[in-house]
C-alpha cells in the first residue's frame, strides 16, 4: 500500500499510515463476508463474489440495518406493553368513568379552593 498523504510504502493490514499517521483509506468493503480493500479497480469480492461497496455506503447500510432492528424492539415491546395493560384493566371504559366520578368536586369546596387567602387578601385563580 502506497500512502496518499507521504507516498511511503507500508502494509495493508494497517489501519493508519506507520510514517505520517494518515488513515488508510478503505476504498471498497464487502457486505456479506466484509472482505476489506484498497485497490479502487476491484468490483467484486475475491472471497465470496459478492459486488464490493464504498466505506460510507457500508456504514450508512449497518445504521439502517441497526435502526430497523431497533424499531421492531420497540414495536414488540410496546405491543406486549399494551397487552399487559389490556389483561390488567379489561373494561377500560368503566374504570375511567369512575375516576372522573370520584375526583369531581363539588361546587362549594371549588370555591373554596379558588378563594385561597395570602397575607390577608384573597387571591383568585391557580
Known amino acids: 500500500m502506497i500512502c496518499p498523504n507521504c507516498e511511503k510504502h507500508y502494509s495493508?493490514?494497517?489501519n493508519f499510515c506507520?510514517?505520517?499517521g494518515k488513515k488508510n483509506p478503505?476504498?471498497?468493503i464487502c457486505p456479506i463476508c466484509e472482505y476489506k480493500t484498497y485497490d479502487k479497480e476491484f468490483m467484486f469480492c475475491p472471497e465470496c463474489g459478492k459486488e464490493l461497496i464504498s466505506e460510507m455506503e457500508y456504514k450508512l447500510q449497518l445504521i439502517s440495518e441497526i435502526e430497523y432492528e431497533l424499531k421492531q424492539e420497540i414495536e414488540?415491546?410496546?405491543l406486549r406493553k399494551d397487552e399487559e395493560r389490556k389483561k390488567r384493566n379489561?373494561?377500560?371504559?368503566?374504570?375511567?368513568s369512575k375516576n372522573i366520578s370520584s375526583s369531581t368536586v363539588s361546587a362549594e369546596t371549588y370555591r373554596k379552593m379558588k378563594n385561597v387567602k395570602i397575607s390577608g387578601k384573597?387571591?383568585?385563580?391557580?
Open 76 to 78: 414488540k415491546e410496546f
Open 18 to 20: 506507520p510514517y505520517c
Open 122 to 126: 384573597a387571591k383568585y385563580g391557580w
Open 12 to 14: 495493508e493490514e494497517f
Open 26 to 28: 478503505i476504498f471498497k
Open 90 to 96: 379489561p373494561e377500560k371504559k368503566e374504570s375511567t
